[in-house]
C-alpha cells in the first residue's frame, strides 16, 4: 500500500485516520476510501442518538467488512442499507482485527450510540487472531514486521485486557528474541 492510511490506537492498535479521503492503489486498479471523524470508514458521522423512525445496526468485522479493496459505495454493508429502506448501519469494521479488538473498539466507540441490533461479522481466521499478542504485516520492502495488540487472558476466572497501550513500535519478525519464537509461532503463525 503506497499511502498510509491509519493511525497509532493506544487500544485498538490502530484506526484508519480520521476525516482521510484517499484512493489506494490495489491489484484492481484502486479504490476510494473516506473516513469519518471517529475513523471508519464512513460516508457520513456516527450519530449516537437516533434522530428518525428507521432501525439502526452497528457492523463489526475484519477486513471483509471494513471491505479492503472497495470504494466505501460498494461495501456489503453500503449495499444492504439501499436493499433495507428505513435502515441505518454504521459500519466499524477494521481490517486485521479479531474478534477482541472488535469488542474494544465496541467499548471505545459504539456502546452509547443507540441502536436496533449489533452485527459481529466473524471468519475463521478470528479465532487465531483472538489468541494472538502480535500482529504480522508487510512494510514497504515486503518484510515481515511485527506490531503487539491488545489481549485478553482468563485471570481468576475474569477476562483481563492485557498489551494496554499497545506498543506503537514495529518489531521485525527475525529480531524477535528467540525464548519467544515459540510463543510467537503458535500464536501469530510465523514460520521461520
Request: hydrophobic share 35%; aromatic share 14%; charged share 25%.
Amino acid at each position: 500500500m503506497n499511502k498510509q492510511i491509519y493511525e497509532y490506537h493506544p487500544i485498538i492498535g490502530y484506526r484508519f485516520i480520521p476525516n482521510l479521503q484517499t484512493r489506494v492503489q490495489h491489484e484492481s486498479g484502486g479504490y476510494l476510501i473516506k473516513v469519518n471523524s471517529l475513523g471508519f470508514r464512513s460516508e457520513f458521522e456516527f450519530n449516537p442518538k437516533k434522530t428518525g423512525n428507521y432501525k439502526r445496526i452497528l457492523l463489526f468485522g475484519d477486513s471483509y467488512t471494513a471491505a479492503d479493496g472497495v470504494s466505501n459505495k460498494k461495501r456489503y454493508s453500503d449495499l444492504l442499507m439501499q436493499m433495507l429502506p428505513g435502515t441505518e448501519i454504521y459500519n466499524f469494521g477494521m481490517p486485521g482485527t479479531g474478534t477482541d479488538q472488535q469488542y474494544l473498539i465496541y467499548k471505545e466507540y459504539a456502546k452509547d450510540i443507540e441502536h436496533d441490533l449489533i452485527m459481529i461479522v466473524v471468519l475463521v481466521e478470528n479465532i487465531r487472531r483472538v489468541n494472538a499478542q502480535y500482529r504480522f504485516y508487510l512494510n514497504d520492502k515486503n518484510e515481515k514486521i511485527l506490531f503487539q495488540k491488545s489481549y485478553f487472558q482468563l485471570q481468576n476466572k475474569k477476562l483481563v485486557l492485557k498489551n494496554i497501550p499497545v506498543n506503537p513500535n514495529q518489531i521485525k519478525a527475525n529480531d524477535f528474541p528467540a525464548s519467544e519464537k515459540k510463543k510467537l509461532i503458535k500464536e501469530a503463525g510465523f514460520h521461520s
